[in-house]
């Protein structure tokens, strides 16, 4: 079962920008508060981006001033708009729900791919 699915990733210069969506269950959309995670080659997950279900966002220290998240309850979606894209930024990237231990669930997405290279 497959609770999260993810796209838009892409490959982009330095500077650049892309715009992720991840699709879920209306019930998750509608319980959970959502995140963004990524993770680079040899590093581990991290969040980058969370959004409660009334719609307040987080960001991590490396998101903030650059990446927009936000959630469409007739979608059940949530988007992450990443701006001065920076090779650090080079990752795959996740969604799910974020818990106070991880995340709720233990199955993740397919991920989708983000390259910054010049």
């Not at 936000?70 to 974020?98: F, G, K």
């Amino acid at each position: 079962q497959v609770d999260f699915v993810e796209s838009g990733g892409g490959s982009v210069q330095p500077g650049g920008s892309l715009r992720l969506s991840c699709t879920t269950s209306k019930t998750i959309f509608s319980v959970y508060k959502m995140g963004w995670y990524r993770q680079a080659p040899g590093k581990e997950r991290e969040l980058v981006a969370s959004v409660t279900t009334s719609g307040s966002p987080d960001y991590a220290d490396s998101a903030k001033g650059r990446f927009n998240i936000w959630r469409v309850h007739s979608e059940n979606a949530i988007y992450l708009q990443m701006n001065s894209l920076e090779p650090e930024d080079t990752a795959v990237y996740y969604c799910n729900a974020p818990s106070p231990l991880g995340v709720y669930f233990g199955t993740w997405g397919q991920g989708t791919q983000v390259t910054v290279s010049s």
